[in-house]
């Protein structure tokens, strides 16, 4: 028999040492080395066999029925989209973003739509009483009959509440709040979060109920928790948003039932969150008047065209370092735009201050929109202000040539729909001549 040696493995990556250590060598989270026993091939040996029920039993693909486990839709429209046409049966979905952002408002909502259907719902929040989540019910309209809330922190009384319901569709708000008294450890941590996210998918699987599980953040964003909880599911969203403004994007991470490269617009008001079916003005200024330094662009969020608006102001320098401030772009991206509008264009900008921003709050980090920074930082030094009626994307190069940029096609149709007959691209060479065109 094969000797059994004492190891250690990471909980969250599976690494393996000999000895313990304080940071896993693979992932470098801390404390998630555990000791566990080895038994190497000894445990293949005891392994049992057993054979599998008539209604466990493999068939093959083509005699097998998907019309049971076909998309659902939710009402809402953006989050249709983004979970590939609806919710599917059985699927655990794991929903994560900053806190205050409106996760739980969302899921309220879409809790509320399904419960209007007939359909039994379950909510149950371990973060709020159900006092306080009847008295924003109240506020966004989300009142039904068949919507069931359940304060509670406790995992086996979570699942008496489902044998107890029976329901066609189950909210967990959130899974770091939730305790297992099989699991040693304090709520949110490791092997917590593992057990009660394993617990709840069982279910999902088992009686085909789709599982909402709200997750944490960490500090930098990403999903609180062991990695292993974003392999259990089988879609992960990530509702965003900046917190000045109105405007939430939720975007898919994962999704084994549709594409992983939808985004969902949705706006926070006073009576909840409503949803955005064509965010297309979201990001354009509303002046009538033409102004230098302004330029409009398209970029891709997802499968989505949205012409965003860039602003750029020069201004003479009154300190040896000028400055160079953005908003919503890529800074680094910008000092390269700057290098190449003097070196290849003429333009001089060494002893000026550049400021660029977008409008509305959105972050535009692909290389698409390059031309429209350098356009919009020519009108401002050479204070010419551009047509309403041009929209430019492109990728610059240090040569100052214009690189062609990926759904070109998709980005020229919206321009066109939304009225843009001038549209300068990687069609007209390099950025001399896409600034002798736009002036």
């Known amino acids: 028999m094969a000797k059994t040696s004492a190891a250690y493995a990471c909980t969250e990556c599976g690494w393996q040492t000999t000895k313990w250590v304080g940071r896993c060598g693979e992932c470098q989270q801390w404390n998630t080395v555990q000791e566990r026993g080895s038994t190497g091939a000894s445990l293949a040996k005891t392994t049992r066999v057993t054979r599998p029920s008539d209604s466990r039993r493999a068939l093959p693909i083509t005699q097998l029925d998907s019309t049971s486990v076909a998309h659902r839709p939710t009402t809402i429209g953006e989050l249709d989209r983004v979970l590939g046409g609806g919710i599917v049966p059985g699927a655990a979905v794991l929903f994560s973003g900053e806190p205050g952002v409106g996760k739980s408002t969302l899921l309220l909502d879409v809790a509320a739509r399904i ?32 919507l069931y809330l359940a304060s509670e922190t406790d995992l086996s009384t979570v699942l008496g509440h489902i ?57 930098d964003g990403s999903i609180a928790g062991p990695r292993l909880l974003e392999h259990l599911v089988d879609v992960v ?20 039932f549709g594409p992983t490269d939808e985004v969902g617009c ?52 009154a300190t040896p370092n000028p400055r160079r401030v953005t908003s919503g772009v890529d800074p680094s991206r910008v000092a390269m735009i700057l290098a190449v509008l003097e070196r290849r264009a003429g333009v001089r900008l060494h002893d000026q201050d550049v400021y660029v921003s977008t409008v509305g709050g959105v972050r535009l980090i692909e290389p698409a929109a390059d031309l429209a920074i350098a356009l919009a930082i020519v009108s401002a030094a050479t204070d010419t202000p551009l047509s309403h009626e041009l929209a430019a994307f492109g990728e610059l190069s ?7 940029v990926t759904s070109g096609t998709q980005r020229t149709n919206e321009a066109s729909r939304l009225g843009y007959t001038r549209i300068i691209d990687s069609g007209v060479g390099n950025l001399a001549e896409a600034r002798r065109l736009a002036s």
């Open 163 to 219: 044998d107890e319901v029976k329901p066609a569709f189950i909210v967990v708000d959130s899974v770091q709040t939730l305790v297992s008294d099989q699991i040693d450890g304090i709520a949110g941590g490791t092997s917590q979060v593992r057990e009660v996210a394993a617990a709840l998918i069982r279910v999902a699987k088992d009686r085909g109920i789709p599982v909402f599980l709200v997750g944490h953040v960490t500090k």
């Open 398 to 404: 240090l040569a100052g040539e214009i690189r062609p």
């Open 266 to 317: 949705f706006e926070m008001a006073g009576d909840g969150i409503r949803e955005v079916a064509d965010p297309s003005g979201l990001f354009l200024s509303q002046g009538s008047g033409p102004v230098s330094g302004t330029c409009t662009t398209v970029s891709m969020e997802g499968r989505r065209a949205l012409p965003a608006e860039i602003q750029a102001l020069v201004a003479k320098s």
């Open 237 to 256: 969203c990530h509702f965003e948003g900046d917190p000045n403004t109105s405007l939430r994007f939720l975007r898919t991470l994962k999704n084994r």
């Open 115 to 146: 419960a209007s259907l007939g359909a039994k719902v379950l909510y149950a929040s371990g973060e709020e009483s159900t006092g306080q989540i009847r008295m924003r019910a109240e506020r966004t309209g989300a009142l039904e009959e068949t």
